[in-house]
């Protein structure tokens, strides 16, 4: 189980005007800016969880992650992940959980995957019959096995995204954290990489946070979301009653002759918004229609939750 | 213990077949450290030219002297150089994620993951200058000693690394490119000078604070003079010591790391 509570992070960080005329005066006198990357996020998951963390750029998804994951120290809070600190760094702990960050790969570049694995193997202490079976079964539902011994530089982006998720499921972890598994991935191989983590979790059943920026993943993969929006949960809850926050609400779709934008209306304000968006604009378009899920996502993102 | 050994033989394998992918850095590094032995031995052969003692040593004793840091300096070319030039961009990038998430000490597999190939024909030229200069000494010496030198000498390995270790480490407040690294290189020529000639404050700077004295002349001095407890004393409580600051101030470090975001 992971148990968050009141958990905060802030980083500092030192201002400079540009050029060398700001660069001089930072030598003398440095601004400091204190960023809140995560403020008070309090929240609980289950084992057997699988659970889509959302967040635009820069709202504390990864912060959150890295600090789950043992990498980054938080300024204050608590966190118990199978009942140890994560930041405490805990053989035990490290054992039994996994990151998968789309953007750094873990695999030894120059080497044939299976290489890695093998240090992997001696690494995570996977006695040969569980490491047998286990790349076994990963090669074949992933559908890699021919090329676990090709060197990974070689390999195609998402050939090499199966290789780190290989890679990092080897050891059976409890606990694990996506961060933009299908990142830069095409149509094809992200459906792959989804199917592959669906079946995962429903025969190992371990507790994944999922961060993603295609809606696809985690409408796909999380029965429950968690929106995050400047460091601050602004959404905890299931995938399906979020469509329910913005039930009063219709979505239109305006084009002009220089734009296409998108607003949201209370139902009771239709008829008044349009006639004038009519009047101030040359319109050539417009549909109404109920907001989708990307786009209540994308509202709350953007603007938190209104209140009716 | 067993484990380490049995990941480290992996990294071993691993540098191995890597190396062997580039032979043209691979024949430059032979040549370039050719050279820098080369400089070394003539520049203590063209000096005693002209005096028959440097700091108390003769011919023979100085090369012995020399023998041993450039064995020193081979073994930190071959087992650590690699990692110490990569760790200042792992901090600064954000890359030491995946390090701190295996159940093993990411400051093992830091140090020692890249084991440099290329340099083990430099580190074997090395080891036969230095026993050529052993087996050259007209006085003698036993099986014993030479062990003890060897010892000292692999401590001194550790003392080159925990000094280096503290001139990059800044780099987790600073974040600037190479940290102090460059100071090391400058002040790492102490390194290549009896410590006999450093007095008052430049003594204690050179065996105390950063004790580049510590690393191939304590050792010599011992092969030389014999076995002197108060030396073995110094070695131990210095290289003790510095290695408890390098723990501490990694681990400060990774208190402060932020992990530049992906």
């Keep these: 189980m992971i148990e968050v509570k009141n958990l905060r992070k802030t980083f500092i960080s030192h201002r400079k005007e540009p050029g060398l005329k700001g660069s001089l005066k930072a030598l003398f006198k440095r ?72 953007q750094k790969a873990q695999v030894w570049w120059d080497l044939p995957a299976l290489d890695s694995f093998l240090l992997l193997k001696e690494i995570y202490q996977i006695d040969d019959f569980l490491f047998k079976k286990n790349i076994e079964f990963l090669a ?9 011994k090709t060197q990974v530089r070689k390999l195609s982006l998402g050939e090499r995204m199966k290789i780190e998720l290989m890679a990092a499921l080897l050891h059976q972890p409890k606990v694990i954290f996506l961060d933009e598994p299908t990142i830069g991935l095409d149509i094809s191989a992200q459906k792959a990489v989804r199917e592959f983590m669906r079946n995962y979790q429903s025969e190992f059943k371990p507790i994944t946070i999922l961060t993603s920026h295609y809606m696809e993943d985690i409408k796909e993969l999380c029965p429950r979301i968690m929106i995050i929006k400047e460091g601050e949960f602004v959404y905890d809850g299931a995938l399906s009653e979020v469509q329910k926050m913005m039930g009063d609400e219709k979505r239109l779709t305006v084009t002009t002759k220089e734009k296409t934008f998108k607003v949201n209306v209370r139902r009771s304000e239709l008829g008044s918004t349009t006639s004038e968006l009519f009047k101030s604009n040359d319109i050539l378009d417009l549909n109404i229609h109920d907001p989708s899920v990307n786009d209540i996502i994308e509202s709350i993102m953007n603007y938190g939750i209104k209140s009716p | 213990m067993k484990r380490y050994l049995r990941l480290y033989f992996f990294f071993l394998q691993f540098s191995f077949s890597k190396a062997l992918e580039f032979r043209i850095d691979f024949f430059f590094r032979i040549a370039m450290d050719i050279m820098y032995y080369f400089v ?75 084991f440099s190939a290329n340099s083990f024909i430099n580190l074997m030229i090395a080891a036969v200058f230095f026993f050529h200069s052993l087996f050259s000494y007209s006085q003698d010496w036993n099986l014993l000693s030479l062990f003890g030198l060897i010892i000292l000498l692999i401590n001194g390995s550790l003392i080159y690394y925990c000094i280096q270790m503290l001139m990059i480490l800044p780099v987790f407040w600073t974040q600037s490119a190479k940290g102090f690294i460059d100071l090391f290189y400058t002040l790492g020529l102490a390194m290549e000078r009896p410590d006999r000639i450093f007095k008052g404050w430049l003594r204690v700077l050179f065996t105390v604070v950063l004790p580049f004295g510590l690393i191939a002349s304590f050792p010599a001095r011992i092969f030389i003079e014999g076995f002197n407890l108060q030396t073995i004393f110094h070695l131990i409580l210095v290289t003790s010591g510095l290695w408890i600051v390098v723990l501490s101030v990694w681990r400060k470090g990774l208190k402060s790391y932020s992990s530049a975001s992906s």
């Design chain 1, 31 to 102: 601004e400091k800016v204190i960023k809140e990357a995560l403020k008070s996020v309090s929240f609980k998951i289950q084992q057997g969880e699988i659970v889509g963390l959302i967040g635009a750029n820069g709202a504390g998804k990864t912060t959150l992650v890295k600090i789950l994951a043992g990498i980054v120290h938080p300024t204050s809070g608590e966190a118990t992940i199978l009942g140890f600190k994560p930041w405490e760094r805990d053989n035990n702990y490290r054992r039994q959980m996994s990151l998968i960050m789309g």
């Design chain 1, 140 to 148: 074949d539902t992933l559908m890699i096995k021919d090329q676990l």
């Design chain 2, 40 to 114: 070394n031995i003539a520049l203590f052969k063209i000096l005693l030219l002209h005096t028959p003692l440097i700091a108390g040593w003769n011919e023979e004793q100085m090369m012995i002297f020399v023998g041993c840091y450039l064995l020193v300096d081979a073994i930190n070319m071959t087992v650590f150089s690699t990692n110490m030039w990569w760790l200042p961009f792992y901090i600064n990038r954000g890359e030491l994620d995946y390090y701190l998430i295996r159940p093993v000490s990411p400051l093992f597999f830091l140090s020692l993951r890249e």
